[in-house]
């Protein structure tokens, strides 16, 4: 099915499909070797924050392909890496890359790193990022982690723990794509979240009226409890006025930037002599 489907990747993997667990080993496979063969990256996408126009941080995103250079999308590989437990391996990966090509050198001021629970529930994860911060000489106020509320989390004590250990780094703690699970509210009640952000399909719901006012009833709800708001997928100018409107901290969405590869923050550098942070949107 893969080859048939030719460079079209979304067709990779089903996760649906009984006949894809084929795509599905070969995809495990893949996750093996792709650190070693260089199949796998980091891209960055800039966070805004709407009343300054600033660049507060940006988001690192994985990128992987395959050996005939084809991207795969992480929502099939991030599920597959999180079932063979490559997930782990990746992510120390990925935290390790952020702070050698962008924070070490000093691009950007805070990066934020996706999260899986697989990560927060497995013993001595907190350990092995304070070893990658010692190594790369990056404070961990520099870092913050973004976890996804799921079903398939229930709150666990060793999340909790893990937490408030990556805390003592200095680490911030993201609640991502807030209002998609169920567990939402009570990831809430528990952990005392930086930044909530809140997904991006009540953005897109808010042309009508109903869903315009569903936003606020969230906005008030975060707001509220004391967090800070980041909406994601903004994508208009409509979008973005309504974030002024409703006083949002930070957004992010292709209105703002689209993810993009270190280089392009370490060149901005270059240019302007100073770190990415400043440009006011047009
Ligand atoms: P996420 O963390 O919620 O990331 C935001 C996703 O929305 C990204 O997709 C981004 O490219 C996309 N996006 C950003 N702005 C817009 C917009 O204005 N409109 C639309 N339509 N989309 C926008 P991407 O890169 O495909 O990542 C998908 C998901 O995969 C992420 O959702 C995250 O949950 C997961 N993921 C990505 N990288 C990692 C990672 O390193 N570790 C883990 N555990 N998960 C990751
Ligand atoms: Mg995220
Ligand atoms: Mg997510
Ligand atoms: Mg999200």
Known sequence: ???????????????????SSDESENLAALLKIAIGQDLVSLV????????????EAVEALMRLKMLDGTLVPPSL????????????????WAIRTVCTELLAGDHVRLVSVNVSPIQ??????????ATILGETGVTGNRLAFEITEGLEMEMHSDILRCISDLKLLGIKIWLDDFGTGFAGLSWLRLIDFDTVKIDR???HDCATPNGKAMLQDIIALVRNRGHKILVEGVETDE??????EFGIDNVQGFRVGRPAPAESFQAHRAIHKRPFTVRKSA
């Open 120 to 129: 927060l529930k497995t013993p001595g994860f907190a350990a092995s990022v």
């Open 239 to 244: 979008q973005m006025a309504l974030m002024r």
């Open 1 to 19: 099915l893969a080859k048939a489907s030719g460079r079209n990747c979304a067709r990779l993997f089903d996760p649906t499909d009984p006949q």
């Open 44 to 55: 960055y996408q800039p966070i805004q924050n709407v009343a300054s126009g600033r660049f």
């Open 201 to 203: 399909s009540f953005l």
């Open 77 to 92: 590989f991030i599920p597959v890496a999180e079932r063979t437990g490559a997930i782990l391996e990746l992510g120390r």
